[in-house]
């Protein structure tokens, strides 16, 4: 049986998930709301995540025309999306001026979402994925099949990979854990839990069920990363769209402030103890390097 190399991996995990991205973009252009939103800057992360990984296998060039458009479109995305997770929260809040404030910002958001459209439309018409999949073809028959990496079996690219990532999770996990820790840094450690977890996607069709279980253990720390940084995030929002100086502004700043602080606490809490041990780090490391890739 034929070894299946980085390179063949890679563009077959890359054409799947362009795919997809296709897909969901076709969708957010029909409806722009919350979900589609959401799931349009998820599909755009996988496939970034692709290009990264596996960077020396997709034209150069292409590549980066590539990640340009995609960065432009999910920061217009992250604007839509901004507004959407402020309003939840201020709604959430429940104080007389949470009504008026929303409205503000549903406003807002509706205009952020017609840039997003826009792009999306123009990206769409300029056939984009037809361009890439052309250069992505010709790079395919100009390839050397000796490349150190692209020839490289994909189970020994995974087993370098995912190794150096859990340590480099467990680096931010500790310095996010500390009780000083700066917003930057927890930010910066829920940037490394995101790419993890997706990597540990993109080769999951490779390992199975195993790595799969492993993603599934980010849930947690996600999830209690996510409402931190959605904190942050409204309190950018409120204080950018002059919120906090109308009546009640300041009320609704320090509330989520309060919410912000709680949720690192809560995080600091579960998770100083995991990312403070050596042999849990020790358990992950031979696990990402330990598992047989299926044939």
């Known amino acids: 049986m034929s070894v299946t190399t980085t390179k063949q991996f890679a563009t077959k995990q890359g054409e799947r998930l362009l795919r997809g991205l296709t897909i969901q973009v076709a969708r957010t252009i029909r409806a722009h709301g919350v979900n589609e939103v959401h799931d349009l800057r998820v599909a755009i992360r996988r496939y970034l995540r692709t290009l990264v990984v596996f960077k020396p296998c997709f034209p150069s060039g292409e590549s980066r025309r590539m990640r340009r458009s995609l960065k432009r479109i999910m920061t217009q995305a992250g604007s839509v999306r901004d507004c959407d997770i402020a309003m939840q929260l201020i709604i959430r809040l429940r104080t007389p001026e949470s009504g008026p404030m929303a409205q503000q910002l549903r ?69 996010a854990t500390h009780e000083d820790a700066s917003v930057e840094e927890v930010h910066e450690f829920r940037i490394a839990t995101k790419n993890l977890r997706y990597t540990l996607d993109l080769f999951a069709p490779l390992y199975g069920p195993p ?62 103890p995991v990312f403070s041990d050596a042999s849990t780090l020790k358990s992950w490391k031979e696990a990402t390097a330990g598992i047989r890739p299926l044939s």
Do not use: Y
Not at 218 to 229: A, E, H, I, S
Not at 252 to 260: E, F, G
């Open 107 to 175: 406003e807002r958001r509706e205009q952020a979402a017609e840039l997003l459209t826009g792009s999306l439309v123009r990206w769409t018409e300029r056939k984009l994925t037809a361009a890439w999949r052309k250069a992505v073809a010709a790079a395919d028959e100009r390839a050397k099949k000796d490349d150190r990496f692209c020839g490289t079996s994909i189970g020994t690219t995974a087993k370098r990979i995912l190794p150096e990532m859990a340590l480099e999770l467990f680096r931010h996990g500790r310095t």
């Open 211 to 272: 790595l799969t279980g492993m993603a599934s253990q980010f849930k947690t720390v996600q999830g209690l990363l996510g409402d931190f940084n959605d904190c942050a995030t409204a309190r950018r929002l409120v204080v950018r769209q002059k919120i906090s100086k109308q009546p009640g502004g300041k009320e609704i700043l320090a509330a989520l402030k309060k919410r912000q602080k709680k949720k690192l606490a809560q995080f600091q809490k579960e998770f100083t």
